[in-house]
């Protein structure tokens, strides 16, 4: 038997097995743990094997990403499972195993990356910064957290907090590894053992100002609002010692508000929702979608849409499909090739790209209702030879505009927890205005939409990005859409 010490990440067991890859040493005779020397064979720099060039280990990019995240989970067995796959794929000829879902194996693989997944996501919803000191001299400001992560998460998680607060410099402390940011240079350390920073700051009593004035007590949901924030969490929460009065006066404020008066509503915009039939056809603009229509009636509505020229050259309207009562809802760009010839929303390349990206996620398509910003296929007849895939163009402003009152219509009907913005247009169209998607990736504010709405990259983008989907690119995205996978639960 060989007692080995696989380090304190990912890098490090790597770099130890490739060595007992080459040595040829199988799972059943290695032993990961701290202490090493506990059997008299165990010093693995003894083996003969060079280590160079020649010696380099290829593996499939899937099981790359599947290790860097089980190597973040907190259950001493992780080492020793990723060395079983690993020995599997290399050794046994296993390449397709990452793909196999039912496996044991992977199974629990897969358990222990949607563990940390989830666990990085709560980091980045938790941590709350406090004020430490600020610098006389050049007045940039130092904050530091706690946190108590179940899974060694500090590292994979800390980059969003460097994006995010680039402009100060803060530390985050926990038991599993502290990070530090001073603006130019982000640096890991050891875990401590406890909060260093009971005291409270100014801060604290504004935000707890805010989220006593954000709290909405006829959208409440106990059971999921502790889904989405476990209490354990609570006690490093500034907002949490607010909860229970809130809750408890829930009702009340409810009875208050059906009370009360309500305003007379505004007219909306006729460009962003509702026109009459009348008013809409005398605009030689589609029959537009009105107050009383289920989803079926606005498709078929929808299936005359003239709004825009683009209905001319394309087979029909590709409507929304999903569950009337779904709590997710995605919002994609527009309708592709395959779309537009089968009717159908996201049955192409980027469709079949996003349900598995979904599963990666833990979602269900099923579950979700998928519709487009742009109804009809935008593309170009004279620029498409004979027999070729069509290939869409950018919907203009117009087009996009167009389209607007049949999203929320549909917006309206469904009535989302969480709204998901695939792409530029899906923003556009929603947010009115135009949106980075990758400096703004994440949970955005635009709670007039849904309690929750994540903007994200369209599945196009990862296709298009170069000839082979991009590893980083597609956890990133499938990160995005775990997001609501939390939520939903």
């Known amino acids: 038997m060989r007692s080995i010490d696989p380090g ?51 593996v499939p990019a899937a099981f790359l990403a599947l290790a860097r995240n089980v190597s973040c989970h907190a259950d001493p067995g992780r080492w020793d499972l990723l060395y079983r796959i690993l020995w599997r794929i290399t050794k046994l000829g296993e390449r397709s195993l990452c793909e196999i879902a039912s496996d044991p194996d992977i199974s629990r693989a897969l358990v222990f990356q949607k563990n940390v997944r989830r666990e990085i996501h709560k ?94 007590p006829a959208r409440l949901k106990v ?12 006690k490093n ?24 008066e309500l305003r007379p509503a505004k007219p909306a915009p006729k460009n962003l929702y509702l026109g009459s039939l009348r008013e809409m056809s005398a605009q030689k ?18 299936a005359n849409c003239q709004g825009c020229p683009l209905w001319k050259h394309a087979t029909g309207t590709v409507f929304g499909e999903g569950p009337p009562d779904a709590r997710i809802m995605i919002v994609g760009e527009q309708p592709g090739d395959k779309e537009d010839i089968a009717g159908r929303v996201f049955v192409g390349p980027a469709g079949n790209l996003l349900d598995q990206a979904l599963r990666d996620a833990g979602l269900v398509r099923s579950e979700i209702y998928l519709t487009n ?30 389209c607007r009152p049949w999203v929320l219509a549909e917006l309206n009907r469904i009535s989302p927890d969480i709204l998901i913005l695939l792409g530029s247009t899906a923003a556009k169209s929603l947010l009115g205005r135009k949106l980075p998607i990758l400096e703004n990736r994440g949970l955005i504010d635009a709670s007039h939409l849904a309690p929750k709405v994540i ?34 639960r």
């Open 373 to 402: 910003a742009v109804k009809h296929f935008k593309w170009t007849p004279k620029d498409t030879p004979r027999g070729k895939i069509r290939l869409h163009q950018t919907p203009g402003n117009n087009e996009i505009s167009a």
């Open 123 to 216: 980091m980045h919803a938790f941590v709350r910064f406090k004020l430490i000191e600020t610098d006389v001299e050049s007045g940039r400001e130092r904050y530091a957290a706690w946190f108590e992560p179940e899974h060694w998460v500090v590292e994979a998680a800390s980059p969003f907090f460097r994006k995010r607060f680039a402009n100060m410099d803060w530390s985050i402390l926990t038991p599993k590894g502290c990070a530090s940011w001073n603006g130019e240079e982000l640096v890991f350390t050891e875990g401590i053992a406890r909060n260093p920073l009971e005291n409270k700051d100014s801060i604290e009593e504004f935000w707890k100002t805010y989220y006593r004035s954000i709290f909405n």
């Open 8 to 58: 304190n990440n990912f890098d490090s067991w790597r770099d130890a097995t490739k060595k007992l890859l080459l040595a040829g040493v199988p799972p059943e005779q290695i032993i990961f743990e701290k202490e090493q020397n506990l059997f008299a064979e165990s010093k693995l720099n003894e083996d003969p094997v060079p280590f160079g060039e020649k010696t380099l280990v290829k």
């Open 285 to 302: 603009a589609c029959h537009g979608p009105v107050q009383g229509q289920n989803l079926a009636d606005l498709a078929q509505s929808a």
């Open 455 to 488: 903007l994200t990259v369209h599945p196009s983008y990862l296709l298009r990005s170069s000839r082979k989907i991009d590893d980083a690119a597609y956890q990133s995205f499938v990160t995005d859409l775990s997001m609501a996978s939390d939520a939903s």
């Open 237 to 260: 929460l500034p907002e949490a010692e607010l909860i229970h009065e809130l809750i408890d006066n829930s009702k009340n404020r409810v009875r208050q508000m059906h009370s009360e």
């Open 223 to 234: 059971k999921m609002m502790t889904t989405e924030m476990p209490r354990k969490y609570w």
